[in-house]
């Protein structure tokens, strides 16, 4: 495996460091990383949590491409190289680890949770939905954060402003949803939003979930430009 390493303010720039690791039928990227971790280079630095595909953390980039590496094998690559850095488009933390405090507060930016005005049911109170009400949202419900998108988008790589595909689609994903009261139109309707997507794709590509962020987007410009047209009009 040739890993990335940098220290930022330390290393002048990332150098890459090669490893032998066993190639195992069962190991996926991270196992290999882990072994390095534990058995040759403590000082490697990168995330994970779960191993499951369910946290996402351990998002990288992998040949090039940005994949959960907790579901990437290393048999994928046999045999080898394998090259693994950090997702593209993020500052670099340390090694693997990249800062992702601008996407935390570009999440926050879009309400991502149900908002409700005007009420304050009785804690026991519940907000019944169709088997169709749940459908119509429940593609998009289904991202975990990993950032796999934003690392493959290269509106966001070229333009750190752009809100990018994740927080977009899980707007979408609330707007959608029937007990949601807000349509997010103040966030999203702007060029560094939805607006900015070029739609080349990239970010339903390399989604673990099959989130769609790309339909997502595409599906908001039709909302915001219908509002255009006729202004009384939401989602």
Known sequence: MEV????????????????????????????????????????????????????????MTVNGEARLTCGTFLTEYAPGPVRIEPLKGFPVIRDLVVDIDDFLAKLSSVRPWLVREGEEPPLTAEYAQTPEQLEAYKQYSMCINCLLCYSACPVYVLDPDFLGPAAIALAQRYNLDSRDMDDRFDVLNLEDAVWGCTFVGECTKVCPKHVDPAEAIQRYKVSAAL???????RR
């Open 4 to 59: 990335a390493r940098y220290r930022p303010g330390e290393d002048a720039e990332p150098v890459f460091q090669a490893y032998d690791v066993p190639l195992m039928d069962d190991w996926a990227v991270l196992d290999g990383l882990t072994h390095i971790k534990d058995r040759l280079d403590g000082s490697l630095s990168f995330r994970w949590s779960c191993r499951m595909g369910v946290c996402g953390s351990c998002g």
């Open 227 to 233: 509002r255009s047209v006729l202004p009384w009009s």
